[in-house]
Nanobody, 118 residues
Framework: QVQLVESGGGVVQAGGSLKLSCTSS????????MAWYRQAPGKSRVEVAV???????DYAGSVKGRFTISRANAKSTIYLQMNSLRPEDTGIYYC????????????WGQGTQVTVSS
C-alpha cells in the first residue's frame, strides 16, 4: 500500500506563510493525482488543492491565488505553499493520493495541524 507522511504544520499569524510537505512511498508516476485536503474545526474535510500526473493543478476558490501546490518527483514529494494566511485557513491538512490501476485506491496521511492566529 501507499504510505503518505505530512510535515510543515505549525502556528502562524494572519498574513503569514507556511509550507507543507508530503512524501509518498510510491512514485508519483504510478498515481493518478495527489492532493491536499483541509478539515477545519467542526467542518467536513474538503479538497483545497490537487496536482495531476501531467502537472495540471486546481484549487478551491477559497485558496486560489494564495496557495500553490507543486511536486518533486525524484523524492515522491508534493508541497503546499500557503501565503496570506487567514484564521479560517486553520485546520488539519491531509495529504491524499489516488491510484487507478489495477483498481481505484485512495490513500491518506495522518495530517498536520495548521493554526492561523488573528
Amino acid at each position: 500500500q501507499v504510505q503518505l507522511v505530512e510535515s510543515g504544520g505549525g502556528v502562524v499569524q494572519a498574513g503569514g506563510s507556511l509550507k507543507l510537505s508530503c512524501t509518498s512511498s510510491r512514485s508519483f508516476g504510478s498515481l493518478s493525482h495527489m492532493a491536499w485536503y483541509r478539515q477545519a474545526p467542526g467542518k467536513s474535510r474538503v479538497e483545497v488543492a490537487v496536482i495531476f500526473r501531467d502537472g495540471k493543478t486546481d484549487y478551491a476558490g477559497s485558496v486560489k491565488g494564495r496557495f500553490t501546490i507543486s511536486r518533486a518527483n525524484a523524492k515522491s514529494t508534493i508541497y503546499l505553499q500557503m501565503n496570506s494566511l487567514r484564521p479560517e485557513d486553520t485546520g488539519i491538512y491531509y495529504c491524499h493520493a489516488q491510484k487507478i490501476f489495477p483498481e481505484v485506491s485512495d490513500y491518506w496521511g495522518q495530517g498536520t495541524q495548521v493554526t492561523v492566529s488573528s
